[in-house]
């Protein structure tokens, strides 16, 4: 069969993290910066689908396309590692170390950011016909998107900033389960349908990835958005990174670790 049994799953979880730990700067680098290239281009799609439909569910539905491709493919996520690389910590496996999985957590971090920069700068040329016109439908929809998640949270001062770090650790409870889900399975087909699900779920709930918005904001701002990078940062990106990181670390991997790695003697019947 092709379905992976929970205690399965966590010690691949746990391998997968201690090779995250040991990789390679120049291979963490490549793969990251890949990841978010792939991420950002998923969510010009799901954006257009959206305008061009009417209907936001259809981007949703649309979007865990380029999270299949980039898992498929080996790719890395930030909020991805979050979950994985502290597990072979917990696990005690040779030679990782804290200093060893912020490392990982860095590199992944910084490639992320350079592939969905790169992309929103592409994605903006061609919305604006090398920058001569103003933006089509769907680079407005990211203006009106981008302003409502840096400003829009802003307004509502320590409310908005709780209300978007508590976004983030949603989002990443969903998004981490789509890295764990495509190890539920041994067959292509399965680890997609396995991915879609909750991968969808955060789309279509508005939650708040830190990857995502690395590619959100910049392609606001080259487009014109009315908003600084400190805007940005202070109103999304640290509060949602931070989210992010409990929502993987904790909600996800630290539950799957203590209940399928650690399990306890099942109770004997007489």
Same mark, same amino acid.
């Given at each position: 069969?092709?379905?992976?049994?929970?205690?399965?799953?966590?010690?691949?979880?746990?391998?997968?993290?201690?090779?995250?730990?040991?990789?390679?700067?120049?291979?963490?680098?490549?793969?990251?910066?890949?990841?978010?290239?792939?991420?950002?281009?998923?969510?010009?799609?799901?954006?257009?689908?959206?305008?061009?439909?009417?209907? !936001?569910?259809?981007?949703?539905?649309?979007?865990?396309?380029?999270?299949?491709?980039?898992?498929?493919?080996?790719?890395?996520?930030?909020?991805?590692?979050?979950?994985?690389? !502290?597990?072979?910590?917990?696990?005690?496996?040779?030679?990782?170390?804290?200093?060893?999985?912020?490392?990982?957590?860095?590199?992944?971090?910084?490639?992320?950011?350079?592939?969905?920069?790169?992309?929103?700068?592409?994605? *903006?040329?061609?919305?604006?016909?090398?920058?001569?016109?103003e933006p089509n439908a769907v680079g407005q929809a990211f203006i009106k998107a981008s302003t409502a998640r840096s400003l829009g949270f802003a307004e509502h001062g320590i409310n908005g900033w709780v209300?978007?770090?508590?976004?983030?650790?949603?989002?990443?409870?969903?998004?981490?389960?789509?890295?764990?889900? *495509?190890?539920?399975?041994?067959?292509?087909?399965?680890?997609?349908? *396995?991915?879609?699900? !909750?991968?969808?779920?955060?789309?279509?709930?508005?939650?708040?990835?830190?990857?995502?918005?690395?590619?959100?904001?910049?392609?606001?701002?080259?487009?014109?958005?009315?908003?600084?990078?400190?805007?940005w940062l202070v109103w999304n990106q640290i509060p949602v990174t931070l989210g992010n990181l409990i929502g993987g670390l904790l909600v996800t991997g630290l539950s799957l670790y203590v209940t399928h790695?650690?399990?306890? !003697?099942?109770?004997?019947?007489?």
């Amino acid at each position: 069969m092709s379905y992976v049994k929970p205690a399965e799953l966590v010690q691949t979880m746990i391998n997968v993290g201690e090779s995250k730990v040991f990789m390679s700067t120049r291979d963490t680098l490549i793969r990251s910066m890949m990841a978010g290239a792939v991420l950002a281009i998923a969510v010009a799609v799901a954006i257009t689908a959206a305008v061009q439909t009417g209907v !936001p569910l259809v981007g949703a539905l649309v979007f865990p396309v380029g999270f299949c491709i980039l898992n498929l493919m080996g790719f890395d996520l930030l909020t991805g590692v979050f979950a994985l690389a !502290p597990l072979s910590r917990f696990e005690k496996r040779a030679g990782v170390t804290w200093g060893g999985i912020l490392r990982n957590w860095t590199l992944v971090g910084i490639g992320n950011l350079v592939g969905a920069v790169a992309v929103a700068f592409f994605v *903006a040329l061609t919305f604006t016909m090398n920058f001569t016109l103003e933006p089509n439908a769907v680079g407005q929809a990211f203006i009106k998107a981008s302003t409502a998640r840096s400003l829009g949270f802003a307004e509502h001062g320590i409310n908005g900033w709780v209300t978007v770090f508590v976004k983030g650790i949603l989002c990443n409870w969903m998004v981490s389960l789509g890295v764990v889900s *495509a190890m539920v399975s041994t067959s292509v087909s399965g680890k997609i349908m *396995a991915m879609w699900l !909750p991968i969808f779920i955060f789309f279509a709930l508005v939650f708040e990835h830190a990857v995502v918005n690395m590619y959100l904001f910049p392609l606001g701002m080259m487009l014109g958005a009315d908003f600084t990078i400190m805007d940005w940062l202070v109103w999304n990106q640290i509060p949602v990174t931070l989210g992010n990181l409990i929502g993987g670390l904790l909600v996800t991997g630290l539950s799957l670790y203590v209940t399928h790695g650690k399990t306890l !003697p099942l109770r004997q019947r007489k």
